[in-house]
């Protein structure tokens, strides 16, 4: 294959996450981004839908929703999805974010 040329930026990248320990070269750590990328290219997107509406019923039927009846409760409701989208950033930035903390809906 021909040698790609990237931007310094996208080199810092590399470079930083070499450093890190992601990957043992530079060339490891853009074979592994490539594979990921394309292999979320290559997702149904159909399934993940039809995934995410069924993780949402069962959400219902547990229980696990917010009903929003007026502006009060709307503004209630979206400082609490700010709240914990604000935790799940620090926790992401922190190296600290398991995939449960990312998907735990707001109650």
């Known amino acids: 294959m021909r040698a790609v040329q990237v931007s310094d930026e996208v080199k810092d990248i590399v470079d930083r996450h070499v450093a890190a320990g992601?990957?043992?070269?530079?060339?490891e750590f853009v074979e592994q981004a490539v594979r990921l990328y394309a292999d979320y290219?290559?997702?149904?997107q159909g399934a993940l839908v039809a995934a995410a509406v069924e993780e949402g019923r069962e959400a219902i039927r547990r229980g696990e929703y917010?009903?929003?009846?007026?502006?009060?409760d709307a503004a209630v409701f979206w400082d609490g999805v700010w709240a914990d989208?604000?935790?799940?950033?620090?926790?992401?930035?922190a190296g600290r974010a398991s995939d449960e903390?990312?998907?735990r809906p707001h109650k």
């Open 22 to 27: 992601s990957a043992s070269s530079g060339e």
């Open 41 to 44: 290219l290559e997702d149904d």
């Open 66 to 72: 917010t009903t929003v009846a007026n502006q009060a």
């Open 85 to 93: 989208a604000t935790r799940i950033a620090a926790q992401l930035r």
């Open 101 to 103: 903390d990312g998907a």
